[in-house]
């Protein structure tokens, strides 16, 4: 079966800048894809073209069975975008907002009412239905815009960084949603500067840096190619490192990290729970105490860190979740 | 539904949107019929005082070039509307919709009519109650002012295009006062097109600010009589050049902003 997005070669230049360098994606129907990558990596440049909004320097591109390029009047009509920055009318109501982009799928006057109402109740905006958006908080207005990509349910969905700046509640309650809409069979293609968002709502990442895919596969395999599991310990005396790392050297499968913070180890393992176990029975044995001990599986930042040699959040700002990128995203086009 | 009720309806779905806006946002329609009533009376009083014109009032024969040069200020609303659009991405989300291409601007352009004819009604109760008259038939009236409003049409037109290709809200105003200032004041509204140096001159006799002005002023009936004759040929039938700069702008511009609209993005 054709996938329900597939981009090929994707070049885009704005002057000096390449904002694309070759980007290829393909999106199985029903799947999500998370893009994964800093600010100015290339993210809504890559969600312009396959939009439509933007035509690409080189490449090609097909979206629901349709040619970007040859066709883009078609593929608009097969799919919903909700942007980056929440793209509602701020002064008419939320209802007049989906009505409006009801009216302009050429629902016809009735469906469009229909539909309206149906995604409000849905997106549990009804009480704030016939509000100006401008009082809208901005939880609200980012399940408004996702509710604008929804009217005309479009077998494939783009959506541009939707909880940037989002409040960690908000986006809690807007993953729920997109999962929900995935159930339901919609092809997602996400981006997304957060991790943990990818790692929440995508079956298949990409890693994107400088608008070129630097890698790719489920969650799980990213994590892999970074390297296994560890065991982090915290020692209670930290001059029994010594004594505890000759006791765990045998369980381990790489270097042994330790001393940062002091008292710290990190050892490199395989198998899991049951190799947890034996290292606690080695350490106990060797009268060693513990403070704090646990499994730990690399995360995504861990992932972009080894793969870009910077942190994915290191040109977003300090921003933690609830921070948000700042609202300078280079890359857009 | 053909293409052409499709992008109608497209377009009306678009204007709709413009009209609540209006309603909604009374700040600008306060400053947008305010502005006309300023313009009559400071260039009414300022100007109307200092010059005397025999056999007629000098405050007369200016309103009818206040009506065209207002007007066209009126339309840097168009403009702005456009680029604040653009700036909050509406416009981004329009061109993902499988909606007419010119419908957004069309839309806008055609509700911003309401703003013209609103401001135009201001500045003739206004230029009536300083002692403008209208001594020509009821039809010429209406003529004068269907011209002016397509006038006034046509340079929403040219506005949409410069809001489309400037980067943003901020230099709209600017960047419109460009041509709006060049088109106002080298024209026949303050002075006559006579007194203007040579290339001047020839600007001011096919600037359509001066043929909209004087074919309403001849229209309204206020031109002084014994008047001269003008000598360029759209001075001489400016009704009928008004009307082809106006159908040559629709179309030149709509073309260009429509071209423009589907390349550009939010920057």
């Known amino acids: ?333 | 539904m053909s293409s052409v009720a499709q992008a109608l309806a497209d377009t009306a779905v678009v204007a709709k949107r413009n009209v609540i806006k209006i309603r909604r946002v009374p700040e600008v329609l306060t400053f947008v019929l305010i502005s006309p009533i300023m313009f009559v009376l400071l260039f009414g009083y300022v100007f109307g005082n200092a010059i005397e014109v025999a056999g007629s009032s000098y405050r007369e024969f200016l309103i009818a070039g206040i009506f065209a040069q207002t007007v066209m200020f009126g339309a840097t609303f168009t403009g702005v509307g456009i680029a604040e659009d653009m700036e909050k991405g509406i416009i981004n989300r329009f061109r993902s919709l499988p909606m007419a291409g010119s419908a957004v601007l069309a839309g806008r352009t055609a509700s911003d009519v309401i703003y013209n004819v609103l401001s135009v009604a201001v500045m003739a109760i206004t230029g009536l109650i300083v002692g403008w008259r209208i001594r020509g038939s009821f039809l010429d009236a209406v003529v004068a002012f269907g011209l002016i409003l397509l006038f006034a049409y046509a340079v929403s037109w040219v506005m949409a295009y410069i809001a489309l290709i400037v980067p943003s809200v901020e230099v709209i105003n600017n960047a419109s006062f460009m041509v709006i200032f060049p088109l106002s004041f080298i024209a026949n509204t303050f002075v006559p097109v006579e007194d203007l140096p040579g290339p001047l001159q020839t600007f001011a006799e096919w600037n359509p600010v001066s043929t909209v002005t004087q074919a309403a002023r001849e229209l309204f009936g206020n031109i002084p009589p014994g008047a001269p004759q003008p000598d360029a040929w759209p001075l001489q039938n400016p009704v009928i050049y008004s009307l082809l700069w106006i159908v040559a702008a629709v179309a030149v511009f709509s073309t260009l902003a429509v071209r423009r609209y589907q390349r550009v993005t939010k920057n």
């Not at chain 1, 997005?5 to 000096?16: C, H, N, S, T, W």
């Not at chain 1, 899991?272 to 044995?285: F, H, I, K, S, Y």
């Not at chain 1, 599986?297 to 609830?322: K, N």
């Open chain 1, 1 to 333: 079966m054709e996938p329900a997005i597939e981009a090929v070669g994707l070049v885009k230049r704005f002057g000096d800048v390449t904002a694309l360098s070759g980007l290829d994606l393909t999106v199985p129907e029903g799947t999500v894809l998370g893009v994964l990558g800093p600010n100015g990596a290339g993210k809504t440049t890559a969600v312009s073209i396959l939009t439509t909004l933007l035509l690409p320097d080189e490449g090609s591109a097909r979206v629901a069975g349709v040619d970007v390029l040859a066709d883009p009047a078609e593929v608009r009509r097969r799919i919903g975008l909700s942007g980056q920055y929440a793209a509602v009318d701020e002064v008419l109501s939320g209802y007049e907002n989906l009505e409006m982009i009801g009216r302009l799928y050429h629902l016809g006057k009735e469906r469009a009412r229909q539909r309206a109402n149906e995604l409000l109740e849905r997106f549990d905006l009804t009480q704030a239905a016939n509000r100006s958006v401008k009082g809208y908080s901005g939880g609200m207005r980012r399940r408004l815009d996702l509710a604008g990509a929804l009217v005309a349910a479009p077998p494939v969905l783009f959506l541009d960084e939707p909880t940037t700046g989002l409040d960690p509640r908000s986006r809690l309650d807007l993953w729920e949603i997109i999962r929900e809409l995935v159930t339901q069979g919609t092809t997602l293609l996400l981006t997304t500067q957060y991790l943990e968002e990818a790692d929440h709502l995508a079956d298949d990442i990409v890693v994107i840096d400088h608008g070129t895919a630097i890698a790719r596969g489920t969650s799980d395999q990213l994590k892999a190619q970074v390297g296994g599991e560890r065991i982090s310990a915290t020692l209670e005396d930290p001059t029994d490192t010594a004594a505890a790392i000759e006791a765990l050297v045998p369980l381990a499968v790489g270097d042994i990290e330790s001393g940062d913070p002091a008292g710290q180890l990190l050892v490199p393992i395989s198998g899991g729970a049951a190799v947890l176990t034996d290292a606690l029975r080695r350490l106990d044995a060797a009268g060693i105490g513990l403070r704090d001990v646990g499994l730990r599986r690399p995360t995504l930042d861990d992932v972009f860190l080894i793969l870009t040699g910077h942190r994915a959040e290191e040109d977003a700002g300090p921003g933690g979740l609830a921070e948000g990128a700042s609202a300078d995203d280079t890359e857009a086009a």
